[in-house]
């Protein structure tokens, strides 16, 4: 499988793979190292952060999805997956199936050698966490590719992935898991990870793996099983939550603070954030604007019409104070974009959610921020569908109305949910705005889209700005339930064949 990974991430390079493979943190030790100490495993570790990140996921969902709009500087990036076209063959599919492998086979490497290593007794709490942090990063992997790929996420029988907890070489060959044996494995590698941390009296710290992250983690997984899951999703949701707590009202100062990385800023909103420096991790916001997040950077995509409408809306009744912090202050607005000869060039959106980072400097410092993983209000939005499941529509509301009253100067009353329908259509608005380009939007649709009676949402005017057969797409298409796994897996692996995803 190493063999297979590494000719997908060369093929994948033009689906952004540079961002989330050639990313060089002090310490990064390459595969083939030898870990001899203790040391050696936490210092290793580093080449594993590396290669964890949501640059991918986001370039892919923003496009794919409904989240963007083509920007003033667009020069043709990404045209396929702006129309829809998603197959075998398509770099996404390949990038994001080749860089979560990537993690694995880095994983399973260093954990093989810490079966070597004997520690003594001062490092036996450095040896654990190590090992934790590797178990813990290896179920992410694990979980990412579920929600990408795993045929359906709370049908166990169904098609999961290929699972592998050993050095794989260019001999091994294995076959796609159920999505059960895909959920034990995760559950499993947390459990372990969350024991090694209790052991090593492992302290919380946003940019590392903790027990926070662990139970996040263990709570999202849970959550993708439905109703099966849900007595788990919501145990863990609160045990985060007991930990972060999100503002009572909005404060613009301080969500653009968190956003552009000024220290101490939200420190209650991240649960997990990856350190992104000059010389390391996803430049984010080069993924929206050539320069810089200003009208004069470049905008290669812009925020789509219909989220930026409803932050329009709810910025002019309730204060939202996402609408500033998530569109430039540059940004050129139209009231009549609807019927303007060229909405590209007169409505411009420009994306300053990611505003780069001042303290890092220079030209690349404005295309980097840090990489926030796993956020607070997730645990809300889990606690939010766990209670519209059990038919407990007012504790599903109030959990979407603790996100929003974090983001509105202005309280807004209560939603009052009819039925699950309205339910989960209104949780996944709020999704679709609080985490928008943060690499959920693909995900969420896939297992709530059909609950919400609602697949992808554009405007007629963003569509127009790209020739495409697509605007709106039901959440019931193929391409919108799973990704293909890459022809080179089933060109390198012949254990997998027959077992496409229906439909490619």
């Keep these: 499988m190493k063999k297979i990974i590494i000719a997908l991430c060369m093929v994948a390079a033009i689906a952004s793979c540079d961002d989330a493979t050639d990313i060089t943190q002090p310490g990064e030790l390459g595969a083939s190292a030898a870990f001899v100490s203790v040391n050696d495993l936490s210092v290793g570790l580093a080449g594993i952060y590396s290669v964890v990140n949501t640059g991918n996921p986001i370039a892919f969902t923003s496009r794919f999805t409904d989240e963007v709009a083509i920007g003033s500087s667009h020069g043709g990036q990404d045209t396929e997956i702006l129309q829809g076209i998603l197959n075998e063959n398509s770099g996404y599919a390949q990038a994001l ?188 916001v080069s993924l929206f604007n050539t320069n810089a997040s200003d009208l004069n950077g470049g905008p290669i995509f812009d925020m789509s019409r219909v989220v930026f409408n409803r932050l329009q809306n ?101 939603a009052t949910y009819a039925n699950p329908t309205a339910a989960y259509a209104d949780i996944l608005l709020e999704r679709r705005v609080e985490l928008f380009i943060e690499g959920h939007r693909y995900i969420d649709v896939k297992r709530l889209g059909e609950l919400a009676g609602t697949g992808y949402d554009r405007d007629p005017v963003d569509c127009t700005l790209y020739q495409s057969p697509l605007c709106d797409r039901p959440a019931t298409d193929t391409e919108t339930k799973y990704l293909p796994v890459p022809l080179l897996e089933f060109t390198g692996n012949p254990a997998i064949a027959g077992q496409q995803n229906p439909g490619y």
Excluded: C
């Design 97 to 284: 199936w080749a860089n979560s492998y990537l993690t694995v086979f880095r994983v399973n490497t260093l954990l093989a050698a810490s079966e070597n290593i004997t520690p003594e007794a001062d490092e036996q709490d450095l040896y654990n966490s190590s090992i934790a942090e590797a178990l813990t990063l290896r179920a992410y992997a694990f979980s990412q590719l579920l929600a990408y790929y795993g045929e359906d996420l709370e049908d166990d029988s169904s098609l999961g992935v290929i699972l592998i907890d050993f050095p794989a070489n260019a001999s091994t060959q294995l076959p796609r898991s159920t999505v059960g044996e895909t959920y034990q494995f995760i559950f499993d590698d947390l459990q372990r990870a969350e024991d090694l941390f209790d052991s090593a009296g492992t302290t919380y710290d946003k940019f590392y793996v903790s027990q926070d992250f662990v139970r996040g983690l263990r709570a999202r997984v849970a959550n993708y099983r439905g109703a099966a899951g849900a007595a788990v999703a919501a145990a863990n949701a609160n045990a985060v939550i007991a930990n972060f707590t999100l503002p009572v009202v909005g404060n613009e100062a301080d969500y653009r603070d968190f956003w552009a990385d000024v220290s101490g800023a939200g420190a209650n909103e991240s649960i997990l954030t990856l350190d992104v420096t000059l010389n390391s991790g996803p430049a984010l």
């Design 314 to 414: 709810t910025f002019a009744n309730n204060g939202d104070v996402r609408r500033p912090v998530f569109i430039d202050a540059t940004a050129e607005v139209s009231p009549s974009y609807a019927t303007d000869v060229n909405p590209r060039d007169s409505d411009e959106l420009v994306i300053d959610k990611y505003p780069g980072d001042p303290s890092l400097g220079g030209l690349q410092g404005g295309l980097r921020n840090d990489n926030k993983i796993m956020r607070t209000v997730e645990m809300h939005f889990i606690l939010a569908e766990v209670a519209a499941r059990a038919g407990n529509f007012a504790e599903a509301a109030r959990q979407v109305d603790l996100v929003r009253n974090a983001r509105y100067t202005t309280s807004t009353t209560t």
